[in-house]
T-cell receptor, first 115, second 115 residues
């Protein structure tokens, strides 16, 4: 059974700091891995998607890496801002009879960026 | 497009009552997912549909839960009878299933409280 774990569960940093969020999964047979952001009382917004054949993806100040063999992914946020404060979730997409949309979510990291 | 639309946003009901949650996916999307989020268990996939057909309902907790998708633009998740342990935020998400990346768009969620 695929299990996805995120460390740390919560993180507080001063504005401007670079930070790394960690995600680990137990079964390397994934199709892709996604990082999401969730603001309080709202739904999830997809930030980055890494295919299993890729090593990393970048979008602005965000960079996500994937090491499938070791079952790990990291989300790097450069020059953090108070507006980055949210819960960050990673999710792995499983092979499922040709459909690849079944996402297993991690427990999330609650990030607070202090001004 | 207005995104994935869920209703109601908040529902408070008493144990034993029937609850119906509604979802309108993004026009043109052919996959629809129902997730449940709680503090204890995080985000769990309940059921997902492809082209209005249920593909995987293994996450539906018990027979009290049922989901339908009568057409491409509407889905319901029904709980009958409801119990306090059903209290959670229920998310609907949709995507366009094509070969390769499948990015889900989430609705804002329906917060259910069962007293």
């Amino acid at each position: 059974k695929q299990e996805v774990t995120q460390i740390p569960a919560a993180l507080s940093v001063p504005e401007g700091e670079n930070l790394v969020l960690n995600c680990s999964f137990t079964d390397s047979a994934i199709y892709n891995l996604q990082w999401f952001r969730q603001d309080p009382g709202k739904g999830l917004t997809s930030l980055l998607l890494i295919q299993s054949s890729q090593r990393e993806q970048t979008s602005g100040r965000l960079n996500a890496s994937l090491d499938k063999s070791s079952g790990r992914s990291t989300l790097y946020i450069a020059a953090s801002q108070p507006g980055d404060s949210a819960t960050y979730l990673c999710a792995v997409s499983l092979y499922y009879g040709g459909a690849t949309n079944k996402l297993i979510f991690g427990t999330g990291t609650l990030l607070a960026v202090q001004p | 497009d207005a995104g994935v639309i869920q209703s109601p946003r908040h529902e408070v009901t008493e144990m034993g009552q029937e609850v119906t949650l509604r979802c309108k996916p993004i026009s043109g999307h052919n996959s629809l997912f129902w997730y449940r989020q709680t503090m204890m268990r995080g985000l769990e996939l309940l059921i997902y549909f492809n082209n209005n057909v249920p593909i995987d309902d293994s996450g539906m907790p018990e027979d009290r839960f049922s989901a339908k998708m009568p057409n491409a633009s509407f889905s319901t998740l029904k709980i009958q009878p409801s119990e306090p342990r059903d209290s959670a935020v229920y998310f609907c998400a949709s995507s366009l299933r094509v070969t390769g990346a499948n990015v889900l768009t989430f609705g804002a969620g329906s917060r259910l409280t069962v007293l």
